[in-house]
């Protein structure tokens, strides 16, 4: 038992691939309790994610760490129905067409900056990508511009969830009322979070916004719950912080993986590129250009594919059932992991292999697919990613080329809540003629 924690917390994604190469689609761990299964069928994970859902909760360590910093906001609770109801129109289709437009703004932005470096400049990919993430985050969904708050929200958010991956690493931690380093950086990432989350509050409260749509901040204060009460202040803190979270670490992991791959692949990058000269223009591109942008778009679904920003989903089994032929009793923990689903050998050929276009011919089996995870906790920003990552991908690419500095290559990754290059990634940038 003792091995398999020292391995879970050395690289708990080698762990787990080791774990199904040797045992197969559902694997039990050697952990006492609760009994644990690693399941890699996709069958058997849409039973777990959709057809079976209800006797499936949130109630895991995985989730219980991410809620010392999300509270019980919409990700980590274990029953979501109501706060689904409550903050599904903020993700309404019609509202990505000005996501578009300012996600296109700040790429622009972005570009200006790296114009105005020396030619063949190395630049911070990942940073640039979680500043222009929270930014998006910000805006949309709270009418704020965050970037002022930029540098310290990310750090703030990084090391609030360092803490979480460590105690979702080991089967006993002390309570977060122990004042150990780890849980004093947790009170100031939570502090730093609660502060910018007044700061957006008080915003609303003072009466010089005038705004046109409905956002997360108007439906959380307007909102009324079953019993017909308004949200307490802690309810709209969680799901605030929640948003700023789930929504700008994946898009921003997402986008530096497609970039990577781009570097790493540079006549898939020209074909990107050729693409992107076709739609992009020195106007601001519009929701409806992100349909022409067919590879872009495929290039996002394949960087998905390989490294998926959340490549762990756990469940607890509130019964008895079967899953892959295997009996597993009430209680158990289910562990399903998107990055090992993708590589199924019987759903993908080639798996390892970056391959954009499997996305547009039409061969890709769906239901081995799940970066968004499936059911009725699938990912409520799914459509939001994908307008905020084609927009900046065709933005980005239209105007640089992307390559790693000498003696670079693709770098290894650090499996922490979302799936992160472990040095971060520098990229050398040529603007295009
Ligand atoms: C590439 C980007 C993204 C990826 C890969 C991603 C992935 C996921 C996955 C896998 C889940 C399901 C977790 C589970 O079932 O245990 C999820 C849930 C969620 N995501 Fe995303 N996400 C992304 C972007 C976003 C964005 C932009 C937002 C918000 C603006 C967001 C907000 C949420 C929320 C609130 C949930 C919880 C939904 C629920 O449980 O009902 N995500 N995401």
């Given at each position: ?40 069928d996709p069958v058997a994970v849409r039973r777990v994610l959709v057809d079976q859902a209800r006797h ?14 999300t509270g019980q906001g919409l990700l980590a609770s274990k029953d979501a129905r109501e706060q689904r ?121 003072s009466p010089a916004v005038t705004r046109q749509t409905t956002d997360v901040l108007d439906l959380l ?213």
């Amino acid at each position: 038992m003792l091995p398999a924690f020292a391995a879970i917390r050395r690289n708990p994604l080698d762990y787990l691939h080791a774990i199904w190469r040797r045992y197969g689609d559902i694997a039990q761990f050697p952990i006492p309790r609760p009994p644990s299964y690693l399941l890699t069928d996709p069958v058997a994970v849409r039973r777990v994610l959709v057809d079976q859902a209800r006797h499936y909760t949130k109630d895991t360590l995985q989730y219980r760490a991410l809620a010392l910093v999300t509270g019980q906001g919409l990700l980590a609770s274990k029953d979501a129905r109501e706060q689904r109801r409550i903050l599904q129109p903020a993700f309404h289709p019609e509202r990505l067409a000005p996501l578009v437009v300012h996600v296109d703004y700040a790429g622009m932005q972005l570009a200006a900056q790296w114009h105005r470096l020396e030619s063949a400049s190395v630049v911070d990919i990942e940073s640039a990508m979680a500043k222009i993430a929270l930014e998006t985050v910000g805006h949309a969904l709270f009418g704020q511009d965050l970037s002022h708050d930029a540098e310290r929200l990310v750090s703030a958010t990084l090391d609030g969830l360092s803490v979480v991956i460590a105690r979702a690493r080991v089967p006993i931690a002390p309570p977060s009322w122990v004042p150990t380093p780890r849980n004093r950086q947790l009170r100031h990432a939570n502090a730093e979070l609660d502060g910018a989350v007044d700061r957006l509050l008080h915003s609303r409260t003072s009466p010089a916004v005038t705004r046109q749509t409905t956002d997360v901040l108007d439906l959380l204060m307007q909102a009324k719950d079953d019993s017909g009460s308004n949200l307490t202040a802690t309810q709209i803190r969680d799901e605030i912080v929640t948003m700023i979270v789930a929504g700008h670490e994946t898009v921003a992991s997402a986008m530096t993986w497609c970039l990577a791959l781009l570097a790493e692949h540079p006549e898939i990058q020209q074909r990107v590129q050729m693409e992107a000269d076709a739609v992009v223009t020195d106007q601001r591109l519009s929701i409806t250009d992100l349909s022409r942008l067919p590879l872009a778009r495929a290039v996002i679904d394949e960087s998905l594919r390989l490294y998926p920003p959340a490549w762990l989903i756990t469940r607890k089994a509130q019964i008895e059932d079967e899953l892959a032929q295997a009996r597993i009793p009430a209680g158990s923990l289910v562990i399903m992991s998107p990055y090992l689903v993708h590589r199924h050998p019987e759903y993908w050929t080639r798996p390892e292999q970056f391959n954009p276009d499997r996305f547009l011919d039409g061969s890709v089996d769906r239901s081995a697919y799940l970066p968004f995870g499936a059911g009725p906790r699938l990912c409520i920003g799914r459509d939001f990613a994908y307008a905020e990552a084609v927009a900046l991908l065709a933005r980005l690419t239209s105007q640089f080329s992307f390559a790693f500095p000498e003696g670079a290559g693709m770098p290894r990754f650090d499996p922490g809540v979302t799936m992160r290059p472990i040095d971060g990634l520098q990229l050398r940038i040529a603007p295009r003629g």
